[in-house]
């Protein structure tokens, strides 16, 4: 009977967070109403993301561009890749990857680019095949040998879902700004990885950048869409929030350097502890400028 009681009251738990973390709801007359914009938003529009301020290159007194690896496995990062199974929630959750490729195909990011230095600007038609793979069974294959049309339940579409999301690449610039004395830092671009869609289904499938995102273009749409927030369902966190606040865990594996900003493991080979170290090095390095500003 105790056990019943405690079923019933982890639901209950369950049914609460899921409820609370909605928009709307309490002002709501009916579930259509749940996730309509609330009065506020309707006199006033949705708040914009926190512009940057102005920032004069003579106030940058140094500066390093570091590249990371932000691990969708680690528990600290689990707000960018969850939700993955969006049948049982609203729509205004969603995990990252939805967020950007939906965006990016509605003409609201535009700014994508195929690597991270942002020299080729691509379009949705030039990442497609990285994005979903289209095959024929051998069925379909024996119908086009005989001159016939390919049946369509002969024709299987694999697509790049969030669920295939392993990590996502950032660039950053850290800088000490002297006119403020004060690091800080810019988020400049994201990629997700995820395996090769030719090869997903195989073993220990290739991981590779799917794009790059041009970050400051795509702030409006981020501050727009909210993770999870565990500690207080009523106050979502925006992603523009969570990615320049730096509520992830990242590894670094590049910077700027003399050799080509050649990346951690081209030098640290087949050593992946070593290559942590060094990530941390690289942080430490980071950190340690500001220190020593303040020591005469």
């Not at 609370?20 to 914009?37: M, V, W």
């Not at 006033?44 to 512009?51: M, R, T, V």
Request: aromatic letters at 12%; one cysteine or more.
């Amino acid at each position: 009977m105790n056990w019943n009681r405690f079923l019933v009251g982890i639901c209950g738990l369950l049914v609460s967070v899921t409820t609370f973390g909605q928009k709307n709801i309490l002002n709501a007359k009916s579930p259509d109403e749940i996730e309509a914009p609330t009065a506020a938003e309707l006199a006033y529009g949705k708040n914009a993301p926190l512009e940057y301020g102005y920032v004069d290159t003579r106030d940058i007194l140094w500066s390093k561009t570091t590249w990371e690896v932000v691990d969708l496995d680690e528990r600290v990062n689990f707000p960018l890749y969850y939700p993955i199974d969006t049948n049982q929630i609203g729509s205004s959750r969603r995990a990252l990857y939805d967020v950007l490729i939906k965006n990016i195909k509605n003409g609201k990011i535009e700014e994508i680019y195929a690597d991270s230095y942002f020299n080729d600007k691509i379009a949705l038609k030039d990442i497609q095949a990285a994005l979903s793979k289209v095959d024929t069974t051998d069925l379909g294959i024996e119908q086009y040998n005989a001159g016939e049309q390919i049946d369509p339940q002969y024709i299987s579409r694999r697509d790049i879902s969030a669920a295939d999301i392993a990590e996502y690449h950032i660039r950053g610039y850290w800088y000490f700004d002297k006119r403020q004395a004060e690091l800080k830092y810019r988020l400049l671009g994201i990629a997700p990885v995820a395996p090769d869609v030719n090869f997903i289904d195989s073993d220990e499938p290739a991981l590779v950048e799917l794009f790059w995102v041009w970050y400051p273009s795509a702030r409006d749409v981020l501050n727009q869409a909210f993770a999870f927030n565990p500690n207080n369902t009523s106050k979502p966190i925006s992603f523009d929030h969570l990615l320049n606040a730096r509520r992830f865990n990242g590894v670094v594996y590049a910077e700027d350097n003399l050799q080509g900003d050649r990346q951690v493991d081209d030098y640290i080979n087949d050593n992946a502890f070593m290559q942590l170290l060094e990530s941390q090095r690289i942080k430490e390095q980071i950190r340690n400028f500001e220190q020593d500003m303040w020591n005469y």
